[in-house]
């Protein structure tokens, strides 16, 4: 589809009113930091359970969530429907295993959870790494959702105005990390959370009402435009046929599950509010806004094939990252019309907004790592607060800057798709390291090490040998076939060798796990008796 130049116009205004919006925020709470690391990490630790539960969803609810689930599940159906349960499940384990303990165990990052009972720096270097490589994989995504938008937008003719589209988002990034910190970080979020949820109920409502409300007619309807028939309602259609599939299926499940918890923006939420009662109450929000969210993406996901046609997603954008936008279009009267374009035109502004939003929070909790941790950790004796959210500014823009470069070689690939990349490494090198911290009195420094770097290495160098990189026409370097592990997601194989990592580095240790620290650790993480 081409689009108008009134829906041009239109998209731009909106989306720069947001720009403009957002930029006052960061100039105003420029104005009023103290500058302590505090401040800049955690904004002073001053945000409500419900405005910190906003800015969670809003951290959460991604331009993968908002483009690339609706556009999995207008292409492949209930298959795509994977990704919206998953990311839904995956709070529950957030909220049961970690949100209130890792509120009372740690300051600013995951380092400092896992470092509370063990050697610092060791711990510190590996958890820091590791945090660091799953926000730039995290940002790889959204700058991909970036560029499909500007493609749609400007007709899909301009490869040069989509890369700098994303040069673009990157460099109001790194301006929003570097000079608000965490509190303009937390109010966009708050915004932005707003916005989307206001626009995916907006189409969700059209889309119902296209439909009389009866979901069995969107279902059918949905399924007769597939081109696939009833198949596009029954599992299989992606991840069926042979056994290859059903294993990319069970270790995306895996990643899905249990990588939201061991997502670095995740985690240092829960240092922005006063107490652990606050992290908890924080969550619950979370979940309500989250879980409304999720089942819209699948209305809009069936709704997108049922109106649009699979076929014209899959035109329009090869990895379906456009269906929002296309049914947004298709809503307000199609080509021509002018309720289509203002209806686009929101969708993309929003669809831009969220992508702002969420590489705001993820550069900040990267350079956060990046100084609290490396930086902290080879200089500890030198670095001082002051000195520290230096390197952290510093830190956002050499993250930005990768971000861009792998953002533009990975712009064919589904944005959901690659969230499913990070939360497999954040689940193979993140959780393990963090539930053993919290759950195993005999965990040690070698364990903690052999944890993180036993997950990560795994799943960076599958990834690496899989079809993701090469050896088929989807893949970053379709021309070359270095292809040597099958699945797509490294997930059920790199996560276990977390775990067992972890445990062989603690059993083969001799250091003896420091019974007064553990003590100490176990009473901060349960009743948050000495908690910052």
């Not at 829906?7 to 998209?11: D, R, S």
């Not at 205004?13 to 919006?21: E, G, I």
């Not at 959460?60 to 908002?66: I, K, L, R």
């Not at 988002?169 to 708050?190: D, E, H, K």
């Given at each position: 589809?081409?689009?108008?130049?009134d829906?041009?116009?239109?998209?731009l205004?909106?989306?720069?009113?947001?720009?403009?919006?957002t930029?006052?925020?960061?100039?105003?709470?420029?104005?009023?930091?103290?500058?302590?690391?505090?401040?800049?990490y955690?904004?002073?630790?001053?945000?409500?359970?419900m405005?910190?539960?906003?800015?969670?969803?809003?951290d959460?609810?991604?331009?993968?969530?908002?483009l690339?689930?609706?556009?999995?599940?207008?292409?492949?159906?209930y298959?795509?429907?994977?990704?919206?349960?998953g990311?839904?499940?995956?709070?529950?384990?957030?909220l049961?295993?970690v949100?209130?303990?890792?509120?009372?165990?740690?300051?600013?990052?995951?380092?400092?959870?896992?470092?509370?009972?063990?050697?610092e720096?060791?711990v510190?270097?590996?958890?820091?790494?590791?945090?660091?490589?799953?926000?730039?994989?995290?940002?790889v995504?959204?700058?991909v959702?970036?560029?499909?938008?500007?493609?749609?937008?400007l007709?899909?003719?301009?490869?040069a105005?989509r890369?700098?589209?994303?040069?673009?988002?990157?460099?109001?990034?790194?301006?929003?990390?570097?000079?608000?910190?965490?509190?303009?970080?937390?109010?966009?979020?708050?915004?932005?959370?707003?916005?989307?949820?206001?626009g995916?109920?907006?189409?969700?409502?059209?889309?119902?009402?296209?439909?009389?409300?009866?979901?069995?007619?969107l279902?059918?309807?949905?399924a007769?435009?597939?081109?696939h028939?009833?198949?596009?309602?029954?599992?299989?259609?992606k991840?069926?046929?042979d056994?290859?599939?059903?294993?990319?299926?069970?270790?995306l499940?895996?990643?899905?599950?249990?990588?939201?918890?061991?997502?670095?923006h995740?985690?240092?939420?829960?240092?922005?509010?006063?107490?652990?009662?606050?992290?908890?109450?924080?969550?619950?929000?979370?979940?309500?806004?989250?879980?409304?969210?999720?089942?819209?993406?699948?209305?809009?996901?069936?709704?997108?094939?049922?109106?649009v046609?699979?076929?014209?997603?899959?035109?329009?954008?090869?990895?379906?990252?456009?269906?929002?936008?296309?049914?947004?279009?298709?809503?307000?009267?199609?080509?021509?019309?002018?309720?289509?374009?203002?209806?686009?035109?929101v969708?993309?502004?929003?669809a831009?907004?969220?992508?702002l939003?969420?590489?705001?929070?993820?550069?900040?909790?990267?350079?956060?790592?990046?100084?609290?941790?490396?930086?902290?950790?080879?200089?500890?004796?030198?670095?001082?607060?002051?000195?520290?959210?230096?390197?952290?500014?510093?830190?956002a823009?050499?993250?930005?800057?990768?971000a861009?470069?792998?953002?533009?070689?990975a712009?064919?690939?589904?944005?959901?798709?690659?969230?499913?990349?990070?939360?497999?490494v954040?689940?193979?090198?993140?959780?393990?390291?963090?539930?053993?911290?919290?759950?195993?009195?005999?965990?040690?420094?070698?364990?903690?090490?052999?944890?993180?770097y036993?997950g990560?290495?795994?799943?960076?160098v599958?990834?690496?040998v899989?079809?993701?990189?090469?050896?088929?026409?989807?893949?970053?370097?379709?021309?070359?076939?270095?292809?040597f592990?099958?699945?797509?997601?490294?997930?059920?194989?790199?996560?276990?060798l977390?775990?067992?990592?972890?445990?062989?580095?603690?059993?083969?240790?001799?250091?003896?796990?420091?019974?007064?620290?553990?003590?100490?650790?176990?009473?901060?993480?349960?009743t948050?008796?000495g908690?910052?």
């Open positions: 589809m081409i689009v108008g130049g829906q041009q116009t239109l998209a205004l909106l989306f720069s009113a947001f720009v403009a919006a930029l006052a925020i960061t100039t105003w709470v420029s104005r009023n930091r103290r500058g302590s690391a505090e401040e800049f955690t904004g002073g630790r001053l945000f409500s359970p405005e910190n539960g906003f800015a969670i969803a809003g959460y609810m991604s331009a993968a969530s908002f690339g689930i609706s556009g999995l599940i207008a292409l492949y159906g298959d795509g429907m994977l990704y919206s349960v990311f839904l499940v995956a709070w529950l384990v957030v049961l295993l949100a209130e303990l890792v509120r009372n165990c740690g300051r600013f990052t995951l380092a400092d959870v896992v470092a509370a009972r063990m050697s720096r060791p510190r270097i590996a958890a820091g790494t590791s945090s660091v490589t799953v926000s730039v994989l995290y940002l995504a959204q700058m959702g970036a560029g499909s938008l500007v493609a749609l937008l007709g899909g003719t301009s490869d105005a890369s700098w589209t994303v040069v673009g988002v990157g460099a109001l990034m790194v301006v929003y990390v570097s000079l608000g910190g965490m509190r303009a970080t937390t109010w966009i979020q708050i915004v932005k959370a707003v916005l989307l949820m206001a995916a109920i907006t189409l969700t409502v059209l889309v119902l009402l296209r439909f009389h409300g009866d979901i069995n007619l279902l059918n309807s949905a007769e435009r597939s081109g028939g009833k198949e596009f309602l029954s599992p299989g259609l991840y069926g046929g056994w290859t599939a059903r294993f990319d299926f069970i270790s499940g895996l990643a899905l599950v249990l990588g939201t918890a061991g997502l670095p995740i985690l240092s939420r829960f240092y922005t509010v006063p107490t652990a009662r606050a992290a908890r109450r924080s969550v619950v929000w979370s979940i309500g806004l989250i879980g409304g969210f999720y089942l819209m993406t699948i209305v809009l996901g069936f709704g997108a094939a049922a109106l046609g699979s076929a014209e997603v899959k035109a329009s954008n090869p990895a379906g990252n456009t269906a929002v936008a296309l049914l947004a279009h298709h809503l307000g009267g199609g080509a021509g019309s002018t309720g289509g374009t203002v209806l686009f035109a969708v993309a502004a929003v831009f907004a969220t992508i939003a969420v590489v705001a929070g993820i550069t900040l909790a990267s350079s956060a790592s990046v100084a609290h941790d490396l930086y902290a950790s080879l200089r500890r004796r030198h670095a001082k607060q002051r000195s520290e959210v230096a390197v952290a500014r510093v830190a823009v050499g993250i930005g800057a990768a861009i470069a792998l953002g533009l070689l712009r064919d690939l589904n944005v959901a798709f690659l969230v499913g990349l990070a939360f497999a954040a689940a193979s090198a993140n959780l393990p390291v963090l539930l053993y911290s919290l759950f195993w009195r005999n965990f040690t420094t070698r364990g903690a090490v052999w944890s993180v036993g990560l290495v795994p799943a960076l599958l990834v690496l899989s079809p993701v990189v090469s050896g088929s026409p989807e893949s970053l370097f379709p021309d070359v076939d270095f292809q592990f099958p699945l797509q997601n490294p997930g059920l194989v790199s996560i276990p977390g775990f067992v990592a972890g445990w062989l580095g603690a059993v083969t240790s001799r250091e003896m796990p420091d019974e007064a620290k553990n003590a100490e650790a176990e009473v901060r993480a349960l948050g008796a908690a910052v």
